[in-house]
Antibody, heavy 121, light 107 residues
Framework: EVQLVQSGAEVKKPGESLKISCKGS????????IAWVRQMPGKGLEWMGI????????RYSPSFQGQVTISVDKSISTAYLQWGSLKASDTAMYYC??????????????WGQGTPVTVSS | DIQMTQSPSTLSASVGDRVTITCRAS??????LAWYQQKPGKVPKLLIY???SLESGVPSRFSGSGSGTEFTLTISSLQPDDFATYYC?????????FGGGTKVEIK
């Protein structure tokens, strides 16, 4: 069974750093891109970036380039999303998801349970 | 960047209604479009991929159509479990974009 299990809820202060994780199991972790998606309270889904665990190729949404860092440790089948200095506006739910592909299609077929991040002084 | 515009943003409907949601891309994306359903406090769920292919386990009352820049998600007969928010998503050259979402409410 394919599973993506994310790290737990975080409460941080502005200016603090943070790294959240997403551990894949039930499939070959290095075969599929992993995406990160933000959902701010009461708002829609926003794509942040993707990483390929096989070759570490990483692409960012222009909206998030320079704001976050996506990485992976393929030895433990885990992808990461990190911030160097959090802002209150980073308060959101963060999802990781596996990018499934086929002949002429790409979709986020499996999702983690989400990691809620609260940034407040 | 490719922009995805969904309409309407909110839709009020009754059980049994036929519901159609539209998603327009700012440039052609062939059939690289997916649809997701999200209920409050839950993880998004893939419904449709490649514009019209039904994900395994998804009821057949859901269907997708379109190619190029205009796409639709149709629910043929709305059920109580279908009241949720729906998102379209495109993929193009290592970049993804979601539409703004359509909330389907009870009329």
């Amino acid at each position: 069974e394919v599973q993506l299990v994310q790290s737990g809820a975080e409460v941080k202060k502005p200016g603090e750093s943070l790294k959240i994780s997403c551990k894949g199991s039930g499939y070959s972790f290095t075969s599929n891109w992993i995406a990160w998606v933000r959902q701010m309270p009461g708002k829609g889904l926003e794509w942040m970036g993707i990483i390929h665990p096989g070759d570490f190729d990483t692409r960012y949404s222009p909206s998030f380039q320079g704001q976050v860092t996506i990485s992976v440790d393929k030895s433990i089948s885990t992808a990461y999303l990190q911030w160097g200095s959090l802002k209150a506006s980073d308060t959101a739910m963060y999802y990781c998801a596996r990018l499934d592909t086929g002949s002429g299609w790409y979709a986020l077929g499996y999702w983690g349970q989400g990691t809620p991040v609260t940034v407040s002084s | 960047d490719i922009q995805m515009t969904q309409s309407p943003s909110t839709l009020s409907a009754s059980v049994g209604d036929r519901v159609t949601i539209t998603c327009r891309a700012s440039q052609s994306i062939s059939s690289w479009l997916a649809w997701y359903q999200q209920k409050p406090g839950k993880v998004p769920k893939l419904l449709i991929y490649k514009a019209s292919s039904l994900e395994s386990g998804v009821p057949s009352r859901f269907s997708g159509s379109g190619s190029g820049t205009e796409f639709t998600l149709t629910i043929s007969s709305l059920q109580p479990d279908d009241f949720a928010t729906y998102y379209c998503q495109q993929y193009n050259s290592y970049s993804l974009t979601f539409g703004g979402g359509t909330k389907v409410e009870i009329k």
